[in-house]
């Protein structure tokens, strides 16, 4: 038993060290601009619909419940690049949200089209929302066994959305939930006829 313990821990270890590396070399290509996006008119069903299917089952799994408000429109962006965004954003979602539900929407201002995702998780005090996208930062969760490693994701986040062209925003209230955004510096909606 001690021995699977052993192993179990040891799979564990080179899964984060491999996934470090990963970000990291990530982090490089996108500061050299070797990441060139491939942007085309997508709807919002087809950029959001695979992320639904793929974290209703992990927020189920945490005992949360995943809402999706998206409305008829269409985004021009890079969906490789988009859909690694908002993976980030609900990965983060699910979690730092010890209960209650995760909101996944898009909402129209004007000629922009703003995508969030919402959490009644634990929150960022208004003095650490600044660092929260530095290189190697990860907020202390309290508790030990909820450190997974280093997180580089919103790194590459803020990253990818300067490729794109677009803004990432994030407001958050300690012990009320967090809501992250994304939205494009100039006009991006369209609404499907």
């Not at 052993?6 to 470090?20: I, K, M, Y």
């Not at 999706?68 to 993976?87: K, P």
Request: with cysteine; glycine share 8%.
């Amino acid at each position: 038993e001690v021995e699977q313990v052993l192993v179990e821990r040891t799979h564990q270890a080179l899964e984060g060290a491999e996934d470090l590396l990963t970000d990291l070399l990530d982090i490089s290509r996108l500061d050299q601009a070797a990441v060139k996006p491939d942007v085309a008119l997508y709807r919002l069903d087809e950029l959001l619909g695979p992320l639904v299917s793929e974290f209703q089952s992990v927020a189920e799994a945490a005992g949360l419940r995943l809402r999706v408000h998206m409305g008829d429109y269409a985004i021009r962006t890079d969906l490789r690049l988009m859909t690694r965004i908002l993976r980030n954003f609900l990965s983060n979602a699910c979690r730092y949200t010890d209960e209650g539900s995760i909101l996944l929407g898009a909402r129209r201002r004007g000629e922009m089209l703003r995508l969030e995702v919402w959490d009644t998780g634990r929150g960022i005090a208004a003095d650490r929302l600044d660092s929260i996208f530095l290189e190697f930062n990860q907020l202390d969760v309290g508790r030990a066994a909820d450190r997974k490693g280093v997180d580089l994701g919103l790194a590459i986040v803020e990253r990818i959305a300067k490729i794109l062209g677009y803004q990432v925003r994030v407001q958050s209230l300690p012990a009320r939930g967090s809501m992250f955004s994304i939205e494009r510096a100039t006009a991006s909606a369209t609404s499907m006829p």
